[in-house]
């Protein structure tokens, strides 16, 4: 590293440090935090739950300033698959609910509306209660700095930079427990019990269009392990990079990954990737993924796509399975 990378990775740790003194991460405050006086339209308050085992299911509610909302779901079972076509409803129309029952550990998702089931509409009702079974992990206050902070050392400060910086602060956590699930449409019931499942909450300003890519790498074993690897390009960060391994309630964060193969693949998104993982206990982990399933969502507009799917991986010989999240500005030159 350079001596001027060096100096503006010390000046970046500092800031974040001072950052976090001056405003500590209030969970209570962000589980129930809702948006009430923010006017600028990309700003973005998302839920987004998944479970995986008998059952593999994701929902994603961003409700958004401009009166809009987003809405991802997909419920995969062994004899069924049901999907939902509405994505960017008004709130007051939206068939998604969250509610939190208890902040810092249960919460509880709801879709109700129309779904495609097997290739047929149906009226349906899901429900997905999660309790968590380990601490909040905030990015922000509980992430690796080092990773962090590195991302902004290769590229130029100036008002653009602070500019895009400003724009791009969000408050963003996830949590690891169980999900159990209720299924009704067409007048069968189907239940499937503590699923490994992981939350996640953020809320800020989130504008597609100045995203350049990025991806969302999660598994959950049947024991309730699970992993997150992710990466973010902005313009104003070569690439924001964060991960963690979760047992028994404890993470993990990674000093660092390398991910291997062709990860824009033109817009599309690999179908298989291998990374190699050293965690900060100074462990090596070689993780091995493949894409199963695919949903694409178009965003603001398609200035962004978001190709959601569902991902089986192996870790230590283990088997994970989880989620498999691509996305792309839609313009190729931004994208790199």
Known sequence: MGLKKFFKKKLMLGSMKKQRTGSPFDERAAELFEITDQTDPNFNNSY????????????????RADGKAEVWFKLVGDDFTAVSRITDPAPSDSPVSVTCVEPGSKWEHVYRGPLIVNGEEEDAEVTIA?????PVYDFFTHGNDELTAKAYTGVKWNDAFFDSLKKNKQTHYEQVGFADITFAAGGVVRKFERLPAVRDHSFGLRDWAGMRRHFWLVGLA???????VSSVHYPCADEIRAGYFCSDGKYVNF???EARGDMISDGLGPD?????VTDLSGKTTEIEGRRTDEEVFYMQGGAYTVREGLGEFVVRGKQ?????EFGFNADPEKRS
């Open 272 to 276: 298989s990737v291998k990374a190699t």
């Open 255 to 257: 000093e660092d990954y």
């Open 320 to 324: 994970y399975k989880g989620i498999w």
């Open 222 to 228: 049947d024991d309730g392990e699970c992993f997150n």
């Open 130 to 134: 999660f309790t968590g079974a380990s």
């Open 48 to 63: 987004y739950v998944t479970a995986h085992g008998d059952a593999r299911v994701y929902l994603r509610y961003g409700k």
